[in-house]
């Protein structure tokens, strides 16, 4: 059973910084491209960003680029999402996914399993 587990969400003021991570279990990480996609209320959701099976490819929506950097750790089975100075319009619900292929990719429907979402709140 596959499981993608998010953490790390939560309050912080305009500015601050927060790191999200992504737990991974029940596939063969090395194998999957990893994205981070948020919504915020009463919006769809949104590609962030994804980074590929080796690390080697980043990809990120211009809005975060320069502040929010994704990496991951294959022999931790995690991707990581550091966030800083951040803006109150970075306010949703961050989801981790994953993609069975090697480049990271931006469509949301091309990603194979999702995790249930952490908060992240950014009060200005």
């Known amino acids: 059973q596959v499981q993608l587990v998010e953490s790390g969400g939560g309050l912080v003021q305009a500015g601050g910084s927060l790191r999200l991570s992504c737990a991974a279990s029940?596939?063969?990480?090395?194998?999957?491209?990893m994205g981070w996609f948020r919504q915020a209320p009463g919006k769809e959701r949104e590609f962030v960003a994804a980074i590929s099976w080796s690390g080697g490819t980043t990809y990120y929506t211009n809005s975060v680029k320069g502040r929010f950097t994704i990496s991951r750790d294959n022999a931790k089975n995690a991707v990581y999402l550091q966030m800083n100075s951040l803006k109150p319009e970075d306010t949703a619900v961050y989801y981790c996914?994953?993609?069975?292929?090697?480049?990271?990719?931006?469509?949301?429907?091309?990603?194979?399993?999702w995790g249930q979402g952490t908060q992240v709140t950014v009060s200005s």
């Open positions: 029940g596939l063969p990480f090395r194998t999957y491209a």
């Open positions: 996914a994953a993609d069975h292929t090697i480049m990271p990719r931006r469509q949301e429907m091309e990603y194979d399993y």
